[in-house]
């Protein structure tokens, strides 16, 4: 370990964002493949892993964030049907209008007047238009696992410093989004679980440099770095990394991605590849 602290924040490197090929895949009983994967992730893990393996004596702390589902989860089409009684399918997005004109309503009517405060708060917020998903990350099931080369990699890490990787579970609330690490899109106050992560952001602060990687850049990282820098003294924004070839945007949203790394760059973050960062980590830096 280096007197400068480095802690590596890996944001939902998990099986259901990663489009993995085939021998990545069980090949056993039930045939699996990713829920919601997004184009580049599975090199972004590799890299993220050759980063673990590279320089884990330069890193002092990592934290893994693992979305974290119901299979009946207002994000999914479990949770969801048409005015007409017929399915919701995946990638449909959803106002508070629809439902109020009952083109979309929750399948459990008396669902409806929480769901309609969900709605309106979130779209107040203006961040995003609530979207139904695929089913993803559901708990206990192999997509909501962590990409084996990264999990590999980060195990070899805690052997080998004696230091246990932290994991940061993130929506298990079924009522609210919660893309962020640091708190749902809608916090529930009656759910600590969905408010701010204090503990987090002042592990995080403790650190000298925070590497930001994981999937995906146009949702869950952007989300997670927005609340972080909000957190954050803008004085002390250089300290956080995000390493762009470590993390990938959902197909159709590679503008919003875009839009989220300028403003980060503008409010003062660094933005650095994973190679740059581990020839400054290896030269001990660590700047």
């Known amino acids: 370990m280096s007197n400068r602290k480095t802690h590596l924040l890996v944001i939902d490197p998990q099986n259901d964002f990663c489009d993995q090929p085939d021998d990545?895949?069980?090949q056993t009983g039930e045939r699996l493949a990713p829920a919601l994967p997004v184009q580049g992730a599975h090199a972004d893990?590799?890299?993220v892993a050759t980063l673990i393996e590279r320089c884990g004596q330069r890193i002092d702390a990592i934290t893994?964030?693992?979305d974290s589902h119901q299979r009946i989860d207002i994000a999914h089409p479990t949770f969801w049907q048409q005015g007409d009684g017929t399915a919701v399918q995946p990638f449909t997005p959803i106002t508070?209008?629809?439902v109020r004109e009952g083109r979309f309503v929750?399948?459990?009517t008396e669902a409806l007047p929480r769901?309609?405060?969900y709605l309106d708060a979130l779209e107040a917020a203006g961040r995003y238009t609530h979207m139904v998903w695929p089913v993803h990350c559901e708990i206990g099931s192999w997509g909501h696992n962590v990409h084996a080369d990264v999990r590999a990699a980060y195990n070899r890490w805690e052997e080998t410093t004696s230091v246990s990787v932290g994991k940061v579970l993130k929506g298990l609330n079924p009522w609210t989004e919660h893309y962020s690490a640091i708190r749902a899109e809608v916090p529930d106050s009656r759910d600590e679980g969905t408010q701010l992560n204090r503990a987090l952001i002042a592990q995080l602060k403790a650190a000298d440099q925070v590497l930001i990687a994981g999937e995906a850049g146009s949702h869950c990282v952007k989300a997670t770095t927005e609340?972080?820098?909000e957190a954050f003294d803008p004085a002390d924004l250089p300290r956080l990394?995000?390493?762009?070839?470590c993390m990938s945007p959902v197909t159709g949203f590679e503008s919003q991605y875009q839009g989220f790394i300028d403003d980060m760059r503008a409010k003062g973050l660094r933005i650095a590849t994973s190679t740059e960062i581990m020839a400054e980590l290896l030269a001990g830096n660590g700047a």
């Open 96 to 98: 508070a209008a629809d």
């Open 115 to 117: 769901v309609l405060a």
């Open 64 to 66: 893994v964030t693992l």
């Open 106 to 108: 929750p399948r459990q």
């Open 227 to 229: 609340h972080i820098a």
């Open 45 to 47: 893990m590799l890299r």
């Open 24 to 26: 990545y895949l069980p």
């Open 241 to 245: 990394v995000l390493l762009t070839d």
